[in-house]
Structures are given as structure tokens and as C-alpha cells.
């Protein structure tokens, strides 16, 4: 009978153009019947880390390196705008439980953040790991995109843990992706994508507002007596 007893691990960073490594030496120390002895074991192993990159970086981890694009958003923002070629497996999938305590939270969301930043009422995909497997293999280089960058880490989290070795993600996500920077498919730039509700509205009526403002400060500024012509024929109260 031979029994592991104690194991030490040491841990290192390798770094590469893209990606940083983690490199783990563990020692097990074999030990026999009676408490013998029988030598010791090593085992080098080196497990990759997930890489964060900028727009004009993930672009070259496409064109140079040939990482395959996967959209974690959920499909509201995945059909406003989207990566041309990209994969869709969302992170997050619409809630339409019925469970009293999920339709409370869902109707109090609706109110207030759906109504407002047009943000659907969602839950964790229990199915995401398992989609990308079917469509990746382990070895498979993905770039990992989301709008802000949140969902897109932690979706690498996942599939780090699932056993993916080739895992980027685009940091702060397609929020900070210039007009053209990618070729891209929907009504809408990229960047944009995440806007929605009455948020966006009220950016409209403000932009409307404060042209008609510019507009009538200059009107009195380059022409002060028509000004105070059409202020005189205005009724009083």
C-alpha cells in the first residue's frame, strides 16, 4: 500500500506577448506500508491565466492569432449590434419563472431598472459552459466579449475552470470600441448597443433641448433688436 503524504507546491508567472502563465511545481512525497519511505515525486505543471486585452490588441488576437469571438450579452444587446462571425452563448438568460419571490423581483425590476436603462430581468445560463463545449474544444483560442467587460470575466472564470487554456477577454468590453474598429452587424454602433430605456429618450429631449437653447442664445446675441421685437409681442401675463 502506497500513500501521498504531504505535497508542496511552488508557483510561478511565465509571460508571453498575450498571456501570462501560471507554473506550479508540486512535490508529493510517497510513502509505504509502516510509514516508509519511498521517495519523492514532482510534477510540473503549467496552467494558463486569462489574458485582458485593449480593442486594438483583440483585434490582433483575430486577424494574427486566430481566436474565435464569443458574445457572452444576453440577446437584447446581442441584437442591437454584434461582431460579425462572432459566437452568441449568453452569460445571462431572461428569468420567466414563476415562483412568487421571482415574480415580485421581476415586476420591482421592470419598474425601475428595466423601465429606465432597458436592462431585462435575467438569471445565470446553468447551460453556458456546456454550449461552448459543444461548439470549442479545450484547445480552442477564445476571445471573450461582453458591453462592460464584467460578464465577459466572468465567464472566463468558468471556462478557465472548465478546462479552457486559450481565454482572452476585451477589457471594459465593446462600450469602449470605436465606430469601425470591428465589422459589425446590427441598427446601431457597438459602443451603443448597451443603451436602452427611457435613459435613452431623455438623452434625446436633452439634446433637443439644449440645440433649441444654443439657438436662441446666439438669435439675441448677433440680433438683439428682433429679439426684443418678438419679446414685446409676446402676451403678457
Request: net charge positive; glycine share 8%; proline share 3%.
Amino acid at each position: 500500500m502506497i500513500m501521498n503524504m504531504g505535497v508542496k507546491r511552488i508557483k510561478g508567472v511565465i509571460f508571453s506577448n498575450f498571456r501570462a502563465s501560471r507554473l506550479m511545481l508540486e512535490t508529493r512525497t510517497m510513502v509505504g506500508a509502516g510509514g516508509k519511505s519511498l521517495g519523492r515525486r514532482r510534477n510540473l505543471q503549467i496552467k494558463a491565466e486569462v489574458d485582458f486585452v485593449n480593442a486594438e490588441e483583440a483585434k490582433k488576437l483575430i486577424a494574427v492569432e486566430g481566436y474565435a469571438i464569443v458574445d457572452v450579452r444576453d440577446r437584447f444587446q446581442y441584437s442591437r449590434a454584434h461582431i460579425k462571425s462572432c459566437y452568441h452563448v449568453p452569460l445571462f438568460i431572461e428569468n420567466q419563472d414563476n415562483d412568487l419571490g421571482t415574480v415580485i423581483k421581476r415586476t420591482m425590476h421592470n419598474n425601475f431598472a428595466g423601465l429606465f436603462f432597458g436592462l431585462p430581468f435575467t438569471k445565470l445560463n446553468p447551460e453556458f459552459v456546456q454550449s461552448v463545449k459543444s461548439q470549442f474544444s479545450p484547445e480552442s483560442k477564445l476571445l471573450l466579449v461582453c458591453q462592460e467587460g464584467l460578464r465577459s470575466a466572468a465567464a472566463a472564470k468558468q471556462l478557465e475552470e472548465a478546462g479552457f487554456a486559450n481565454i482572452a477577454c476585451l477589457t471594459s468590453g465593446l462600450q469602449t470600441a470605436k465606430p469601425g474598429m470591428f465589422d459589425s452587424v446590427g441598427s446601431i454602433e457597438l459602443q451603443d448597443a448597451g443603451k436602452a430605456g427611457l435613459v435613452t429618450i431623455q438623452g434625446k429631449i436633452s439634446a433637443v433641448l439644449g440645440t433649441v437653447l444654443i439657438c436662441a442664445f446666439l438669435f439675441i446675441t448677433f440680433f438683439p433688436e428682433q429679439a426684443e421685437k418678438l419679446l414685446q409681442m409676446a402676451p403678457s401675463g
